[in-house]
């Protein structure tokens, strides 16, 4: 079965300001950041849940998954036949809480763009 995929305007928000910084620092990593992300991101269509759930207790009720991409957590919900990406950020920030994810009103986008 392959999974819908829909990308968050959260989460677009986060891959630009990501990319956007990496980019000052090298346009190399900036680089790899993008295709990995969209690498990651096109790859949850198929066994999305082969990625941990997020080890936040708090978020127990929602089956929340993250793949982990140059230091940086995709983090999406699994609704159905649906992947929502709902937040990118770095893996060393504080743990998710509930005011981080919000509720999936995502827009179909299965690839990441950056400006």
Do not use: K
Request: net charge neutral; hydrophobic share 40%; charged share 30%.
């Amino acid at each position: 079965m392959a999974f819908r995929v829909q990308v968050t305007p959260r989460a677009q928000a986060d891959v630009r300001a990501i990319h956007n910084y990496l980019l000052g620092e090298s346009p190399q990593a900036a680089l790899g950041f993008i295709e990995g992300t969209r690498r990651v991101v096109a790859d949850l269509c198929y066994f999305p849940r082969r990625h941990p759930l997020i080890p936040e207790r708090v978020l127990r009720d929602r089956e929340i998954r993250h793949a982990l991409c140059w230091g940086y957590r995709v983090i999406f919900e699994i609704r159905e036949d649906t992947c929502d990406v709902l937040t990118i950020r770095h893996a060393a920030r504080r743990p998710v809480g509930r005011d981080d994810l919000g509720t999936a009103s995502a827009s179909d986008h299965p690839d990441v763009a950056a400006e």
